[in-house]
């Protein structure tokens, strides 16, 4: 297992204190175990431990599990299916991620680590920072709600506050500067990260009795979850389980919308205005890694779409007569899926993922 630059394919052990590479690439994970071996004695994403990247002994959960994964498949009144992704520990399927992150960094013998988030990721690497006795540093944009800034400061960490998205990164790589000590636990940056997402893929499958939707719509912000879908999806087809993935249907809002932009090949327009979106978790100006983005859904033979904020708030009451309560970037997917569905492009049953739950924004 080691890293290599999506660019210029250069290797580094996965004990760098790099982050990316020499030449500003970033890093892909190669692993070398192929074979999906579903452990159903235990009841979280780790019955896929086989293919979840640790460097401790795999054989075992890491002690700062939390039980995550093994969220809800919900049948939707149109034939499709609602994944309750927002019901891990921390309600956002960034636990998935978190969990193996923090696992590398407790096995490297880190005694801080530090991450820059719209929310969800910070909360969540937070949270597993304190099970695991390792500080936090979590630099959010001065939009970020009051609730995950709370969520934050409960959990110990030591909240940077300012700016918008794009100051937090700036200001993450300024304090890091200096301190090769602190471990940047990135879920953009860090490969590991999506390795944990991709077993929301593998769970669908088991939940579907061995089979894939046709269809998955997901958010995009930064890309953790399109990377880790197309992880599952090679994984898969590596075990031979699959001859093809689902086509991965990805939603940006109309505020911020630089990846449906570059995916779409539009002229410059209002999409590429970094205006506030209620959709906080996908309001990423310049995501870091959009090719690899626009790779993985070219490759699913899927597509990118924007909504509006009307569109948002409407998918986000209509969950709600559904009974279902998600904050507004999982109601951007669902209203995409609305939008898709409306046109034509999405006619069998497919899996929606709503990834972040609806207290966080109120």
Known sequence: MRYRCYICSSTFEVTTEHYRCDCGGLFVLEIENSVLEVDRSDWSLWRYRSLIPVITDSSSTPTISMGEGMTPLVADSDGSFLKLDFLNPTLSYKDRGSVVLVALAKALGVKEVAIDSSGNAGVSVAAYARRASIGAHVFVPESTSPK???????????????????????????????????FYASHVYNPFFAHG???????????????????????????????????????????????TGPKIMAVQAQACAPIYEAFRQVP???????????????????????????????ESNGDVIAVSENEILDAQRGLL???????????????????????GCIEDACVVVLTGAGLKSR
């Open 197 to 243: 997402v991709k077993t929301v893929l593998f769970e669908i499958f088991e939940q579907l009795q061995m089979r894939l939707p046709t269809e998955i719509v997901v958010p995009v912000g930064n890309g953790t979850l399109v990377l880790g879908i197309h992880e599952a999806i090679n994984d898969l087809k590596r075990a031979s389980l699959i001859q």
């Open 148 to 182: 995950k800034v709370r969520q934050l400061q409960l959990f110990n960490a030591e909240v940077h506050k300012g700016g918008d998205r794009s100051f937090a990164a700036l200001a993450i790589a300024e304090f890091l500067d200096g301190r090769p000590e602190i």
């Open 268 to 298: 410059s327009s209002s999409y590429s205005s970094p205006t506030e979106t209620i959709a906080e978790g996908i309001a990423i100006t310049s995501p870091p890694r959009v090719n690899e983005i626009i790779s993985a859904i070219s």
């Open 321 to 343: 007569q559904r009974g279902v309560d998600v904050e507004p970037t999982a109601a951007a997917t669902y209203a995409g899926y609305l939008a898709l569905r409306k046109s």
